[in-house]
T-cell receptor, first 114, second 114 residues
């Protein structure tokens, strides 16, 4: 079965510091997409970053970057220079190529301390 | 701004009393999804529309129905809500029904069943 595991229910980071959120997944597929979505309190979930499995280069979006380890089935999110606005629930998600069905993890709640 | 709008933000209904949640989008996306998100759990796909084509997930209870009268609107009907149906309901859209087409979410409707 395809699963996504986020082992850290909650994380804290000091403002301006760096934090890494972990995500592992289980699949027998070779071609798929991985995503990190952010859900701020009382606000809509938005896409942070995505990675295509066939691309070896790690995706980056400004202060957000991923460490994609395909063999280890690991997809962690690094947030650099953390800001108060980064406080949110972060969901890791997986979808095999050729389908539309997202499989989400249970989320990691990130707190940013001033 | 193009967006996904869900109404109401909070909905309280009585056990067994039918309730309808609404979603509208100005993105002109072909695909609309309904997810159920319970506390500390991953969002769970209930069903989706690809244009007018309705697709029900195998494990979605019969108690849940959906309507999409036009491209812009989609409704979630819960015919006889039970206490276990209390959750956040998320509407999302995507331009295509493909793995690399990211989801655009609304703010969600939090349903309470008394």
């Amino acid at each position: 079965a395809q699963t996504v595991t986020q082992s850290q229910p909650e994380m804290s980071v000091q403002e301006a510091e760096t934090v890494t959120l972990s995500c592992t997944y289980d699949t027998s597929e070779s071609d798929y997409y991985l995503f990190w979505y952010k859900q701020p309190p009382s606000r809509q979930m938005i896409l942070v970053i995505r990675q295509e499995a066939y691309k070896q280069q790690n995706a980056t979006e400004n202060r957000f970057s991923v460490n994609f380890q395909k063999a280890a089935k690991s997809f962690s999110l690094k947030i650099s220079d953390s800001q108060l606005g980064d406080a949110a629930m972060y969901f890791c998600a997986y979808t095999p190529s050729g389908t539309y069905k997202y499989i989400f993890g249970t989320g990691t709640r990130l707190k940013v301390l001033a | 701004d193009a967006m996904v709008i869900q109404n109401p933000r909070y909905q309280v209904t009585q056990f067994g009393k039918p309730v309808t949640l609404s979603c509208s989008q100005t993105l002109n996306h072909n695909v609309m999804y309904w997810y159920q998100q319970k506390s500390s759990q991953a969002p769970k796909l209930l069903f989706h529309y690809y244009d007018k084509d309705f697709n029900n997930e195998a494990d979605t209870p019969d108690n849940f129905q959906s309507r999409r009268p036009n491209t812009s609107f989609c409704f979630l009907d819960i015919r006889s809500p039970g206490l276990g149906d209390a959750a956040m309901y998320l509407c999302a859209t995507s331009r295509k029904r493909t793995a690399n087409s990211p989801l655009h979410f609304g703010n969600g409707t939090r349903l309470t069943v008394t």
